[in-house]
């Protein structure tokens, strides 16, 4: 049993019913005889990877995605991909909107600022997981792109069984063109009237 209060998480973009089953569709089409798809329910696009966090760290995370902010963007998912040591299949974009790019560093920003997490070095490369143990996969430009609209982004928790992850979504928030709070240095005393 994980201890009480101890959960693993991270910020996702969810897709909704019609993008969920088009991105599935796709998976179905393109995934290998031994690739294992993602179920239907379970596709999404990370953020940011927070990994095991007690209560502190999520009200911390929490917090942190409440001032993040933005504005709703389509993402033009064009781009069947593989990571070849992680063996993953993926669906993604040709170019990352500005939008999406912007949310993620300023996510990730204030997640490191103010809660010392994560602490991710990668290059961010967002991607749907369309299957799992893919030894090879041939990448390509699809000629009918998914259209996502994105309107909000989530904290998800996630279980590991020996089935598989099991997600549940805890909390939302809106992309509605909120002005985010430039994040300063720690430390530094600043204005926040009229945010
Ligand atoms: P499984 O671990 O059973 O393969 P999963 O990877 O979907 O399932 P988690 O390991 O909980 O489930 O990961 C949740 C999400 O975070 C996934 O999209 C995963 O790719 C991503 N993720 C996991 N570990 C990291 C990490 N160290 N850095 C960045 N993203 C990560
Ligand atoms: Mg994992």
């Given at each position: 049993m994980p201890e009480a209060g101890r959960q693993r998480l991270f910020f996702a973009l969810w897709p909704g019913a019609g993008v969920r089953r088009r991105v599935s569709e796709l998976a179905r089409r393109h995934t290998p005889p031994r690739g294992r798809r993602v179920a239907e329910s379970k596709l999404h696009l990370t953020l940011a990877f927070l990994g095991e966090a007690d209560d502190e760290l999520r009200c911390c995370a929490e917090a942190a995605a409440g001032v993040v902010g933005g504005e709703a963007f389509t993402l033009e998912l064009d781009r069947i991909g593989h990571f070849r040591r992680a063996r993953v299949l993926w669906l993604g974009a040709e170019t990352a909107p500005p939008a999406l790019a912007g949310l993620h560093a300023r996510l990730i920003a204030r997640l490191a600022r103010d809660?010392?997490?994560?602490v991710e070095t990668r290059r961010f490369r967002p991607h749907v997981t369309l299957?799992?143990?893919?030894g090879r996969a041939r990448p390509r430009s699809l000629d009918e792109p998914v259209a996502w609209p994105v309107t909000d982004f989530v904290l998800v928790a996630s279980r590991l069984t020996p089935e598989g992850a099991r997600y549940r979504i805890v909390r939302r928030w809106k992309l509605d063109g909120g002005q985010a709070p430039a994040v300063l240095p720690r430390g530094r005393l600043w204005d926040n009237r009229g945010l």
């Open positions: 809660c010392g997490r994560p299957a799992r143990k893919v």
